[in-house]
């Protein structure tokens, strides 16, 4: 969002410190890809679950709105290492969300405004839900349930939703599929590199081994604070290891 017609700013609502000395301010609705070295696994935490001890595993570009499970995601779309329908599937999997954000925009509508429209054709969710869908870093792929992307093809009249409410249901869930297999070969990539292990070429955990050797880094958590009230700050400071300095 904006700030009075200045840079574009985020929600924070958490703010902490890593063992490096370095700071993070969390916005309301990042998805913190956190590594567990003791179980060897990585999984996504929301701002509220994150603890001490922690280590979290950014992506060096400085891009807020993506954490590092979008990019390597985005790199294996590319690379056509998903399959000959990923592409067509993820590009369904976005099309309710650019929908949606269509929808309020034409109408001027607030979210609660949408919330209202969606709980007309039968829905009970919240504003809340609604604004985690379609705010720009949200990391929501698409609704668990099938009924509410028919609520949302009902409210939005769009003729591909409205005639495939199935299909792009299932993409969503495909696409959810795919992130969680990244954060198993993210967990595979990071505990070879520790042990030395070189991944076999041309695998698809190449691609995920060479963007963690390359784009990543890990940083411990060794303090976290929720704020009494959220603040807007430039994006250019969100979610991403920051200096005192910069602070």
Not at 6 to 17: D, F, N, R
Not at 58 to 70: A, G, L, P, S
Not at 168 to 191: G, K, M, S, W
């Amino acid at each position: 969002r904006q700030s009075d017609g200045a840079a574009p700013v985020s929600e924070v609502t958490h703010v902490g410190e890593f063992t490096s000395g370095e700071r993070i301010l969390i916005s309301k609705y990042y998805s913190a890809v956190v590594f567990d070295a003791d179980k060897g696994t990585v999984i996504e935490k929301e701002p509220t679950e994150l603890v001490q001890g922690d280590v979290m595993v950014f992506t060096k570009r400085d891009d807020y709105t993506k954490n590092i499970v979008d990019e390597i995601y985005e790199r294996l779309l590319i690379s056509d290492r998903l399959g000959k329908q990923s592409y067509e599937i993820y590009e369904k999997s976005q099309h309710w969300k650019k929908c949606l954000r269509k929808y309020k925009e034409k109408n001027k509508f607030t979210y609660r405004d949408v919330a209202q429209k969606l709980r007309e054709c039968g829905s009970t969710l919240q504003e809340v839900t609604v604004r985690q869908w379609l705010i720009e870093d949200s990391h929501i792929v698409g609704p668990r349930d099938v009924d509410t992307m028919k609520y949302i093809a009902e409210i939005t009249q769009d003729p591909y939703l409205l005639k495939d409410v199935i299909g792009y249901f299932n993409a969503c869930r495909n696409v959810r599929h795919e992130r969680r297999n990244i954060l198993r070969l993210i967990a595979q990539a990071i505990n070879d590199r520790l042990a030395g292990f070189v991944p076999q070429k041309g695998s698809v955990l190449e691609v995920v081994y060479d963007n963690i050797e390359k784009l990543s880094e890990t940083k411990e958590l060794e303090d976290i604070l929720q704020l009494s009230e959220s603040v807007d700050v430039n994006i250019y400071f969100v979610n991403k290891p920051i200096t005192e300095a910069e602070v």
